[in-house]
């Protein structure tokens, strides 16, 4: 079995600045790992995905986040975040290869974009 | 192209009554996923469909049971609806046939239902 655990539950933040979003995995086998995002009254968006390969993975709207397999670490970094970034972020994993069936989310994490 | 459509919005029902919850997946997809996101207990997987069959549950009671129509689009019902079973229902569909992530097949989600048992 999997769980994720995001650290913070609301990260507040001034525009323009820098934001890291963390997550952390625990899981016996490897994972495929996901950030979503949620806008308000509406579904899950998804920003960006690790299968395999490089560890820095880019995704839509300019977030990133880079996977780290000694830290089972999976955390989402914008450099730069716009009023229009306030949104709940999850992170979520999924041992390969059973897939989306077998999606386990963190609690999310709110992120606050304040001028 | 359409995304994941969900009907109703909204849906407010007493409790001990049934609900049910529909889902149309993208043109071409066809596994549909359901999740609940309640309060508090953050995202958790229901069911999966795929062509019609149910491929996988989630750790919920008999009462929430579900089906695949030919078209692919889903069914969620909820019997002897509870007051803790208040939450957003999210449906998501995928190319992926068994449910197999791979590059480039992603699970795209709709914008839900919110179910409040009164």
């Known amino acids: 079995a999997q769980s994720v655990t995001q650290l913070d539950s609301q990260v507040p933040v001034f525009e323009e600045a820098p934001v890291e979003l963390r997550c952390n995995y625990s899981?016996?086998?490897?994972?495929?790992l996901f950030w979503y995002v949620q806008y308000p009254n509406q579904g899950l968006q998804l920003l960006l995905k690790?299968?395999?390969?490089?560890?820095l993975v880019k995704g839509i709207n300019g977030f990133e986040a880079e996977f780290n397999k000694s830290q089972t670490s999976f955390h989402l970094r914008k450099p730069s975040v716009h009023i229009s970034d306030t949104a709940e972020y999850f992170c979520a994993v999924s041992p390969p290869p059973s897939g989306y069936s077998t999606l386990t989310f963190g609690k999310g994490t709110m992120l606050l974009v304040s001028p | 192209e359409a995304g994941v459509t969900q009907s109703p919005t909204h849906l407010i029902k007493t409790r001990g009554q049934q609900a049910t919850l529909r889902c149309s997946p993208i043109?071409?997809?066809?596994?549909v996923y359901w999740y609940q996101q309640a309060l508090g207990l953050g995202l958790q997987f229901l069911l999966w469909y795929d062509e019609g069959e149910e491929r996988n549950r989630g750790n919920f009671p008999p009462r929430f049971s579900g089906r695949q129509f030919p078209n692919y689009s889903s069914e969620l019902n909820v019997n002897a609806l509870e007051l803790e079973d208040s939450a957003l229902y999210l449906c998501?569909?995928?190319?992926?046939?068994?449910?197999?992530?791979?590059?480039?097949?992603?699970?795209?989600f709709g914008q839900g239902t919110r179910l409040t048992v009164v």
């Open positions: 043109s071409g997809h066809t596994s």
């Open positions: 998501a569909s995928s190319l992926a046939g068994f449910g197999h992530i791979r590059i480039g097949t992603e699970a795209f």
């Open positions: 899981s016996s086998v490897s994972v495929y």
């Open positions: 690790y299968l395999s390969g490089s560890t």
